[in-house]
């Protein structure tokens, strides 16, 4: 316990915190604070002095916090229980890491695709929706024919502009078809863009060239980060805007990784659809 001691010791002198301290369980830390998830499911959290900062000071801070734990990670092993298996709905239990880590890195979602399936195995929008990544595909395609005549493809979903040209009808109808559920503006905008980032990101994996464990885009119109698992498996962050901090999006990921693993192995097999007959079956994560 002494070299924890000397971690939240180190973080207050560095952040010039009131406080520090590890949390396992209960809401989310306040406004007041700044916090990163660890692999054994605690959090790391430093208690902020009342002061105005702006999000770049902010941002600065989180980074610096979650540098600091990497920097202790043998120590976190030695010392804290392992993080245990989920209880309840496995499914849920990984979404919501999938919105934990959304919510640190200010993504529009954290989401678990695979290089050869269609499947979502875990995502962090809210509701899920009905698509798969077939569907997402389609909806990708609209986009970038709405994006190329300037039109709103998020207000045509929506309802608010019943203008719809004759070559978006069908796409249109799908993609609404595809949900499963009604949605507004904002929330067919969000989606849109997550699903232009899965999309993208699939094609790169079809390419002829070799990603790597990660992968990132900071176009004008697509943003995103990815990093890959178990052989075949990719975490991403779907961003709003091409300029997102990397370096902190990338040490949220690498921290909580572990964790999301752990979640993507507790997964039950995936029945065969009613429709399709797909029969599809969690692989196995190699050991690492």
Not at 239 to 250: G, I, N, P, Q
Request: charged fraction near 30%; aromatic fraction near 6%; charge should be negative.
């Amino acid at each position: 316990m002494e070299e924890v001691e000397r971690l939240l010791e180190v973080v207050r002198k560095e952040l010039g915190a009131d406080d520090a301290r590890l949390e396992l369980g209960g809401k989310d830390p306040g406004e007041d604070a700044v916090w990163c998830a660890l692999p054994t499911g605690f959090r790391l959290v430093a208690l902020l002095p009342d002061a105005e900062r702006s999000d770049e000071e902010l941002t600065r801070l989180r980074e610096k916090l979650v540098f600091l734990a990497r920097s202790f990670d043998a120590t976190f092993d030695r010392v804290s229980p392992p993080a245990p298996r989920p209880a309840g709905n496995p499914q849920h239990a990984l979404d919501d890491a999938l919105d934990v880590l959304a919510g640190q890195t200010s993504a529009l979602a954290a989401l678990v695709i695979d290089n050869d399936s269609p499947v979502f195995w875990g995502s962090s929008l809210s509701p899920r929706g009905d698509e798969d990544l077939d569907a997402a595909a389609r909806a990708a395609g609209a986009l970038a024919l709405a994006s190329a005549g300037d039109l709103d493809l998020a207000a045509m979903l929506a309802g608010t502009n019943t203008e719809v040209p004759t070559e978006l009808e069908r796409p249109v109808a799908q993609i609404r078809a595809d949900a499963g559920d009604e949605r507004d503006a904002d929330e067919w905008h969000r989606r849109l863009t997550v699903f232009a980032a899965t999309t993208a990101l699939r094609e790169a994996c079809r390419g002829d060239g070799e990603l790597g464990t990660r992968h990132a885009v900071h176009d004008d119109d697509l943003a995103y980060l990815a990093r890959s698992f178990g052989g075949i498996y990719w975490l991403v962050l779907a961003f709003e805007v091409s300029r997102f901090s990397e370096l902190h999006a990338e040490a949220a990921m690498i921290h909580a990784l572990p964790w999301i693993e752990r979640l993507v192995l507790s997964l039950p097999p995936i029945d065969p659809d009613g429709g399709g007959g797909r029969v599809l079956k969690l692989r196995r994560l190699r050991p690492v």
